[in-house]
């Protein structure tokens, strides 16, 4: 992973010392985003639940970093090499956003501009009123309240 010249013993140990500095980055950064996360049970407030998210968000980014750059050996890679995944994986966020946004947007004006459900909003229910006097029916007694009424 390290590109020192020395004895091979030496690069061994700039090796392991580079892998375990790594694996400690790593494990410290998920015990901060465990720790975040079970902070938010919580939490009742709708900023700081979005504020953990977000932090939570920026951390595993980081993760998602250390991961492509040591494990498969980017951080040592030219420059073009890089760009040839960052900027498609930029893209492919954005294409997810813009997915996402467009979603939303249909599914808050689809109501506005639904025809049947415009007709359905505007239908009238009657409302049957228990307990009223009916021609041709008794006066529901309080003994018969616990019975169905009787269609007509």
Not at 37 to 43: D, K, L, N, R
């Given at each position: 992973m390290s590109h020192s010249h020395g004895t091979p013993a030496e690069q061994h140990a700039a090796v392991i010392a580079e892998i375990k500095k790594v694996t400690i980055i790593l494990s410290v950064l998920t015990i901060v985003e465990l720790i975040i996360?079970?902070?938010?049970?919580?939490?009742t407030s709708d900023f700081l639940r979005l504020a953990a998210k977000g932090t939570i968000v920026i951390l595993m980014m980081a993760k998602?970093?250390?991961?492509v750059a040591y494990f498969m050996h980017l951080k040592h890679e030219v420059k073009n090499l890089i760009m040839t995944i960052v900027v498609p994986?930029?893209?492919f966020i954005w294409f997810i956003i813009a997915f996402l946004a467009d979603g939303n947007s249909y599914k808050n004006l689809r109501n506005k501009y639904d025809r049947h459900y415009q007709e359905q909003a505007t239908i009238k229910v009657e409302k049957k009123e228990h307990g009223a006097k009916h021609?041709?029916?008794?006066?529901v007694k309080p003994a018969d309240a616990h019975e169905a009424p009787a269609s007509h």
């Open positions: 996360g079970f902070a938010m049970i919580g939490m998602a970093f250390y991961i994986l930029a893209l021609e041709g029916t008794h006066e």
